[in-house]
């Protein structure tokens, strides 16, 4: 007997929607695929609908009607809006935490308080409401910090200082000139500043079980060498050799397993995918911050190399069944991934929308390449640009070199006017290889295929 075949509404927009609705489409069980409201990419295999994660009812409606199996909720928004709460409540099943769960990205204040109370290792840091108080305490440490605003900001409400003026400015601009919003600077998380590598860590959380995701490295400044100001990411690669099996190994143990008790705890449990962003510094590894949802661009280059039925994988998270899938159930293609970041010009700043796109089909028919749109919409016969971060060229290689070199040869067939991308994606961990082995300059090919294995962790005296 054929299995039923599923239909599956992904909402979002971006490069991750992209990437998510490509490989549900791989998947014997999907049916219809749409994506909402999508881009000129994930109109190649969904079909994409004018509704986006903000009409709650809308949405319901149009699941009902067309039979949705299961919604697939990419950006965080949506999530702190409460759209996985609503649609349950109608009877549509979800992937995506709850909104109080979600606050784990939402609320910088809840995620440092529960990391505090669940002892999981992250920055030294206080919590003020003041601005007078948070300046006094600024000018009282003897080490940089980090001024974060409570709320979201689109990744721009975080402020690395290099000094204390800076951080006094950092705090004038968002709690007294509330420049990310009167909500979101009400409070303010300020903590050390870390010094190290970052890795990002995804983990699928269902019930008692968690899934871990190979290890990336994103690229948040703008420009080459970790210029300039912050953005939402300019590139990765994945698997990113800092993540060794001993990193992820204490990263499941201290970070990932007593968040998900603690929350499961709290009454307040969290399903769906859990992302960890790791500095790994002299004194071990900190958290910097938890996403309640897959990373963009880290879902590019992991879904490039996942092997397995993706569909099957996200129903099983929602029904709490993770456990029930055999081991082996996901297998990732040894080749490592490079994505590269194509943005319009003046991103992170001001842009403009609109620009025809060139050569996106000579680029995705090179071997082991595929390009993911993200801020793309087709405007008749053409694909413009619609958004910040524009494309990401995604490329697997026998070797990082190669899938960098391959990344690249495919960025260099695009173009459009005032287009941007960092050149040095990879290259610490290019860079890190030739350090540690002089004579042999291009790295070994990747090993076998690798598993990640589904970790059970509820035991009858220790219950999640
Ligand atoms: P967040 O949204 O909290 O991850 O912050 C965004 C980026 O700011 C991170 O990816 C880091 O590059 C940087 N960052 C955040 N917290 C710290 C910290 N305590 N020390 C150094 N850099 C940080
Ligand atoms: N790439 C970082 C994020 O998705 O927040």
Not at 316 to 330: H, Y
Request: charged share 25%; glycine share 10%; with cysteine.
């Amino acid at each position: 007997m054929t299995p039923a075949k599923k239909n599956v509404l992904v909402v979002g927009k971006g490069g991750r929607e992209h990437a998510i609705v490509w490989k549900l489409a791989q998947s014997p069980t999907a049916g219809r695929i749409y994506c909402a409201p999508g881009n000129a990419g994930t109109a190649q295999s969904a079909t994409n609908v004018s509704f986006d994660g903000t009409d709650f009812e809308r949405m319901t409606r149009f699941c009902l009607k067309e039979n949705v199996h299961l919604v697939v909720i990419g950006p965080e928004d949506a999530l702190a809006l409460g759209l996985s709460d609503y649609l349950r409540q109608r009877g549509v099943k979800v992937f995506g935490p709850t909104k109080d769960a979600a606050r784990i990205e939402s609320s910088k204040v809840y995620a440092k308080n529960l990391m505090r109370h669940a002892d999981v290792p992250t920055a030294d840091y206080r919590v003020f409401d003041h601005p007078e108080a948070a300046r006094t305490y600024v000018d009282t440490r003897d080490y940089p910090v980090v001024v974060k605003a409570d709320g979201l900001a689109a990744g721009k409400g975080v402020i690395v200082c290099k000094d204390n003026p800076e951080a006094r400015k950092a705090v004038e601009r968002i709690m007294v000139r509330e420049e990310f919003g009167q909500a979101v600077g009400r409070q303010v998380v300020i903590e050390k500043r870390l010094e190290g590598e970052e890795v990002s860590i995804l983990g699928f959380v269902s019930g008692r079980s968690i899934l871990l995701m190979p290890p990336c490295q994103d690229h948040k400044a703008v420009n080459d060498g970790d210029q300039g100001p912050n953005t939402g990411g300019m590139g990765t690669y994945c698997p990113a050799p800092v993540g060794t099996p001993e990193v992820m190994a204490r990263a499941e143990e201290t970070v990932f397993v007593p968040i998900v008790h603690a929350m499961k705890r709290s009454r307040n449990p969290f399903n769906g995918m859990l992302f960890a962003g790791l500095m790994l510094t002299n004194q071990g590894h900190r958290v910097l911050e938890f996403n309640a949802r897959f990373g963009d661009p880290e879902t590019q280059v992991i879904l490039m190399r996942m092997k397995g039925d993706f569909l099957e994988l996200l129903d099983a998270v929602a029904d709490e069944r993770l456990d029930e899938l055999p081991d082996d159930f996901l297998t990732f293609d040894p080749r490592p991934a490079v994505c590269v970041v194509m943005c319009a010009g003046g991103y992170p700043g001001k842009y403009d929308g609109g620009k025809m796109i060139l050569g996106i089909e000579k680029a995705d028919a090179l071997p082991g390449v595929k390009v993911f749109h993200a801020g793309t919409k087709v405007n008749g016969d053409r694909v413009v640009t619609d958004g910040g971060r524009v494309l990401g060229v995604t490329a697997l290689g026998d070797t990082l070199a190669d899938a960098k070199a391959r990344a690249y040869e495919a960025v260099k067939l695009i173009q459009f006017p005032g287009a941007h991308y960092r050149t040095d994606i990879a290259d610490k961990a290019l860079r890190a290889v030739k350090e540690a082995k002089p004579a042999e300059a291009t790295p070994k090919k990747a090993p076998s295929t690798t598993t990640q294995n589904i970790r059970d962790y509820g035991t009858k005296s220790k219950p999640v």
